[in-house]
């Protein structure tokens, strides 16, 4: 009974993946038309990147780099979220503390990030949160009106995947900005 419902949950998340990846395809083949300004020139993209000290999210940075050069004027937001402390830690530990520790957290992920884009020329700007990944993704994309998300995620296969709680899945269920997913 277990194993049936796991599957049933399963197949029902592939096939919320699979109308997300369609309406991304559509949404790509009308940005293809209407992402030309009426000069001639492509209008800037807003991307949202989230990063965390992963390989991984350096292939992202690696891959926005890489469609910045080609593509033209593109606004980058790094995005880093960090766990929060359980509520039974955090009782003990001033706010200050906490928000002092996410920041130094944050900026050790963020600063090879940001000089990766620096160096190659291309804008960006830095965000920080505190919460559930996926939700704060989510939230960002929709708030700075982010044309799409970019994110990595590792190479896994579907057992794995299907018992693993994966952050890249969640945000492809949450969101109705376009996720381009970059394969480590």
């Known amino acids: ?24 395809a559509q949404q790509s083949a009308l940005d293809g038309m209407i992402s030309q300004s009426p000069n001639g020139e492509n209008a800037m993209k807003n991307v949202l ?14 891959h926005v780099i890489g469609q910045a050069r080609r593509n033209g004027e593109m606004h980058v937001h ?5 766990p929060p402390f359980s509520r039974h830690i955090a009782r003990f ?11 130094e957290e944050s900026e050790k992920v963020l600063t090879p990030a940001r000089e990766l884009f620096d160096g190659a020329g291309v804008r960006c700007t830095v965000h920080r949160a505190v919460g559930d990944k996926a ?46 997913v970059v394969a480590g």
Request: net charge positive; aromatic share 4%; with cysteine.
């Open 1 to 24: 009974v277990l194993w049936a419902g796991f599957v049933k949950n399963h197949r029902r998340l592939e096939s919320r993946i699979r109308a997300h990846l369609a309406r991304f």
């Open 49 to 62: 990147v989230p990063v965390d000290s992963s390989r991984n999210s350096q292939r992202a940075v690696q």
């Open 78 to 82: 790094l995005l880093n979220v960090q």
């Open 93 to 103: 530990v001033a706010r200050k503390s906490r928000d002092d520790y996410h920041r």
């Open 135 to 180: 939700s704060a993704i989510t939230d960002w994309a929709s708030s700075l009106h982010c044309d799409r998300i970019v994110m990595s995620t590792a190479r896994k296969n579907s057992l794995t995947r299907m018992v693993q709680d994966s952050t890249t899945n969640k945000v492809l269920e949450l969101t109705s900005v376009p996720v381009e």
